[in-house]
T-cell receptor
Framework: EAQVTQNPRYLITVTGKKLTVTCSQN?????MSWYRQDPGLGLRQIYY???????DKGDVPEGYKVSRKEKRNFPLILESPSPNQTSLYFC?????????????????FGEGSRLTVL | RKEVEQDPGPFNVPEGATVAFNCTYS??????FFWYRQDCRKEPKLLMS???SGNEDGRFTAQLNRASQYISLLIRDSKLSDSATYLC?????????????FGSGTRLQVQP
């Protein structure tokens, strides 16, 4: 089954304790992205990756890191989480861009990771 | 000003009603447009793309007005299962950054 898998789905942690949210897709997509969703603010892009070893900042990259060593995996790293990073996080992927999104503009999302930082 | 703005709602409508949502975008370099649907606590999913000439998919009709920089979604004969948040999404490419920009969403509640 084609899917984007995120782990963990739910996590409660404390300020300063490093954590990683994993994201894996089995559709051979080149483009992957991380979003956070907060009430009233919608989905905001954190980081994205056009392909292996190519990553770039989105709208709200502060406090986050990513890596893209393999095509299928795009982990999100919070080196020193703070309470303002409490949010719902989504990983998404889409096929190769060739200058734009795939014809349908469809992003395939993971089920989300709800993170609480105390 | 947000790049993509939507009325958050909620829109409470009875079953069978017709309901319309608008979404405005601020960047004239916006090139493609979409509506996504998001159920409570779930991931967003593509509902339909929005084409310049307008397009229809069953009970759903999407329209684009480039001059006024807004897109709309019309739902006819609302079903209980249409209850969800509808996200307006715009592909902006003038920055060289390839990303979809999401509106905050409009919540629809269809009531029996």
């Amino acid at each position: 089954e084609a899917q984007v898998t995120q782990n963990p789905r739910y996590l409660i942690t404390v300020t300063g304790k490093k954590l990683t949210v994993t994201c894996s897709q089995n559709m051979n997509h080149e483009y992957m992205s991380w979003y956070r969703q907060d009430p009233g603010l919608g989905l905001r892009q954190i980081y994205y990756s056009m392909n292996v070893e190519v990553t770039d900042k989105g709208d709200v990259p502060e406090g986050y890191k990513v890596s893209r060593k393999e095509k299928r995996n795009f982990p999100l790293i919070l080196e020193s989480p703070s309470p303002n990073q409490t949010s719902l996080y989504f990983c998404a992927s889409t096929p190769g861009l060739a200058g734009g999104f795939s014809n349908t503009g469809e992003l395939f999302f993971g089920e989300g990771s709800r993170l609480t930082v105390l | 000003r947000k790049e993509v703005e939507q009325d958050p709602g909620p829109f409470n409508v009875p079953e069978g009603a017709t309901v319309a949502f608008n979404c405005t975008y601020s960047n004239s370099a916006s090139q493609s447009f979409f509506w996504y649907r998001q159920d409570c606590r779930k991931e967003p999913k593509l509902l339909m793309s929005v084409y310049s000439s307008g397009n229809e998919d069953g009970r759903f009709t999407a329209q684009l007005n480039r001059a006024s920089q807004y897109i709309s979604l019309l739902i006819r004969d609302s079903k209980l299962s249409d209850s969800a948040t509808y996200l307006c999404v715009v592909n902006i490419r003038d920055t060289g950054r390839r990303a979809l920009t999401f509106g905050s969403g409009t919540r629809l509640q269809v009531q029996p």
